[in-house]
């Protein structure tokens, strides 16, 4: 388990480039140092904590200047009076501080009896990344349902003109809600030319208003698509939707027990690459 002690004995490594930490509950303020010493060449933060204080705690006191990668799994098994806040103040830390980000990838878990339904969600713990335009990467792995709207998902995508990988998972919900349409799914597309790889809860029983718009030569090459429990219509138009919006797809991911898996297979038949699940 990391302590501050070891943090500190580690801090003269100023060339470290790569720093991977197993954070107590509480580690509390950090010894005093310079802005800007600590770690001033780090690239990569891998970071396993036992909480959000935690997790808090250390950005204030390391120097994330030129890190590029940060990948968080959370356990928030602490009594958080607003989780929610807690949530929003640990990562808004990082979009302030790290303008080079290219992966950000958090997992959090908490205890049953934290879980609520937030309006909007993740939307207030995405949009202070709005200002990391080289952001590659983007997935979150999250126990509270996800509650975003199509135009929530699409005011958070187009900052990311170099997004290649995006998930949205929702861990632990038995049956999670569906605000997403295939309307929401476009404008991700739309939006990041160069992505490859989503995961994303969507209603895909119907096409968007707008599907003759779309050109084939004008959307990224996705390849895999994350469905999880989605809902989607045995419909041939559905299907050449899919066709057009993605051509390229080579595999489609669902969650075990999906009671839509029939139908998800019938797409698979219908599209020209027979992607498979």
């Not at 388990?1 to 100023?14: E, G, I, N, P």
């Not at 969600?121 to 199509?150: K, N, Q």
């Not at 419909?235 to 939707?241: E, I, N």
Request: one cysteine or more; charged letters at 15%.
């Amino acid at each position: 388990m990391t302590s501050w002690d070891l943090l500190s004995s580690l801090s003269q490594a100023k060339a470290l480039r790569k720093l991977s930490v197993c954070l107590p509950s509480q580690l509390g303020l950090g010894p005093e140092y310079p802005s800007g010493n600590i770690f001033p060449q780090l690239c990569t933060l891998d970071i396993r904590a036992s909480s959000l204080a935690s997790c808090t705690d250390l950005f204030h006191w390391v120097s994330l200047h030129q890190v590029t990668e940060i990948d968080i799994d959370c356990s928030v098994s602490e009594d958080v009076t607003d989780l929610f806040q807690a949530l929003v103040d640990m990562t808004s830390l990082i979009p302030s501080r790290c303008k080079t980000l290219e992966f950000f990838w958090f997992c959090f878990s908490v205890l049953p009896t934290a879980v609520k339904t937030y309006p909007a969600w993740p939307r207030p713990i995405l949009e202070p990344y709005h200002i990391c335009h080289h952001l590659r990467v983007i997935a979150l792995e999250t126990p509270l349902s996800i509650t975003l709207a199509d135009n929530d998902l699409e005011d958070l995508v187009m900052s990311w003109p170099h997004l290649e990988v995006f998930h949205l998972f929702q861990r632990g919900i038995k049956h999670p809600p569906v605000h997403l349409t295939l309307r929401g799914v476009t404008a991700l597309l739309c939006h990041c030319r160069k992505l490859t790889h989503f995961t994303l809860m969507f209603d895909a029983t119907r096409v968007p208003e707008d599907a003759a718009q779309l050109t084939p030569e004008a959307l990224p090459a996705v390849t895999y698509m994350g469905v999880d429990k989605s809902p989607v219509s045995q419909s041939s138009d559905v299907a050449a939707y899919l066709s057009i919006l993605m051509p390229h797809l080579e595999s489609i991911g669902i969650r075990e027990r999906n009671s839509y898996g029939p139908e998800w297979h019938w797409i698979c038949t219908q599209h020209q690459r027979r992607p498979a699940i």
